[in-house]
């Protein structure tokens, strides 16, 4: 884990509908106050950057599929 302290601004992985168009959702994502950070269109995902209020209101963007706090992974061997 990191030790560094979490900051109002916080990363997000936003996973975007098959149907969606995903520029559209970036820009309504920007409009809700993200900025987008990448853009990983191969499985239609973007990492956004935003604080939690922002968050609360991507879920309810049209073609969003999912909002989740970016975060470490860890595998067993």
Do not use: N
Not at 23 to 51: N, P, Q, W, Y
Not at 58 to 63: E, L, P
């Amino acid at each position: 884990m990191s030790d560094e302290p979490l900051s109002a601004a916080r990363r997000y992985l936003v996973v975007v509908e098959p149907a969606a168009s995903v520029e559209a959702v970036c820009a309504e994502l920007s409009a809700k106050g993200f900025s987008i950070a990448s853009r990983l269109d191969a499985i239609r995902t973007l990492v956004v950057e935003g604080g939690p209020a922002a968050a609360g209101a991507a879920s309810h963007v049209s073609g969003v599929r999912s909002i989740e706090p970016e975060g470490w992974v860890r595998t067993q061997d």
